[in-house]
């Protein structure tokens, strides 16, 4: 079936018609079955799609659940950036139409003061039309590691500035006896399973000539005791694992994955207790970078993510 047809006018005369002459109402239902990049594509197909590819109704059903709250965090994090403490962002969002709230949340929120952030990441191909970053949105939350409570004894670590981290630095623990991270995050998910990794690298990664290189003089010590991995979450469920970190020295930053928790109330915030813990104090142990946590959707991967798994 083509895109023009022929029919018969009110004048008894044959004319003809086009994608354009459909009801805006008959676009949209179809564009529901769309994912957020295709929907872009249409869009530039004609005035109808045009609008279509805008209303409310289609992009309401791409929004998570809790996209409400996501757009207050978002609207908080916004005015803490400005640093005037008005409600424009708050009124934007009371006003702003379901494809506006859908392009905010593509972009990420920090908050707790830049050291942690929420995105909904782009899982497939992306789109860019009149500014706005649309894909598939999968949730992802991250804390840095200076949101993290580090101890340490007879410590020799500094923080290295890394232009690909998401928080632009990482703890760098040169020579140390014993270890323990702790951090802790409230927050309101979608209902669903989801997966906490710990994002670490041994050695120290530097850039020369334009190359990713690694420094692994100081790398020593992990190979005698594991390093323990512990989750809990507020409705009691723990989750513990361990991992011999320099089996998987080779290949950069991975993600160690440390446990799953459910979510089944998305209307109540869950607390999450994390800890990465090395204690054994007969030996010394150092070269290891400390980035950041996240938290994926359980069985998603991101793109070039070296992940660890018992």
Not at 204 to 213: A, E, K, S, T
Request: hydrophobic share 40%; charged share 20%; aromatic share 14%.
């Amino acid at each position: 079936m083509g895109a023009g047809s022929s029919i018969l006018g009110a004048d008894g005369e044959w004319g003809e018609t086009s994608l354009g002459d459909m009801p805006e109402s008959c676009v949209a239902a179809v564009l529901l079955y769309l994912d957020p990049p295709e929907i872009c594509q249409v869009a530039r197909l004609n005035r109808a799609f045009r609008g279509a590819a805008s209303a409310d109704c289609v992009w309401a059903v791409k929004l998570p659940a809790n996209y409400r709250y996501l757009a207050a965090l978002a609207a908080a994090a916004d005015d803490e950036v400005r640093g005037d403490g008005d409600d424009n962002d708050k009124r934007f969002f009371l006003a702003a139409t379901k494809k506006e709230i859908y392009a905010r949340l593509c972009r990420p929120t920090l908050f707790d003061a830049g050291r942690k952030a929420n995105q909904r990441k782009c899982g497939s191909k992306l789109m860019f039309t009149r500014c706005y970053k649309f894909g598939l949105l999968i949730d992802c939350t991250c804390c840095s590691w200076d949101g993290l409570i580090m101890s340490s004894f007879y410590s020799f670590s500094y923080v290295v500035s890394f232009w690909y981290c998401r928080f632009h630095s990482v703890a760098y623990l040169q020579q140390i006896w014993w270890l323990e991270v702790d951090g802790e995050l409230e927050f309101c998910f979608p209902a669903g399973s989801y997966s906490l990794f710990f994002h670490l690298h041994l050695g120290r990664p530097y850039r020369r000539m334009g190359r990713r290189l690694c420094a692994t003089e100081h790398m020593h010590g992990w190979d005698v005791t594991p390093t323990r991995f512990q989750l809990s979450t507020s409705d009691e469920q723990q989750v513990t694992s361990e991992y011999y970190l320099h089996l998987h020295e080779q290949g950069g930053w991975k993600l160690y994955h440390v446990g799953d928790f459910v979510v089944s109330n998305p209307d109540e915030p869950m607390k999450l207790k994390f800890s990465m813990m090395q204690i054994d104090c007969t030996h010394t142990k150092g070269g290891l970078c400390v980035d950041s946590v996240f938290i994926y959707p359980k069985g998603y991967k991101p793109e070039r993510a070296n992940i660890v798994c018992m």
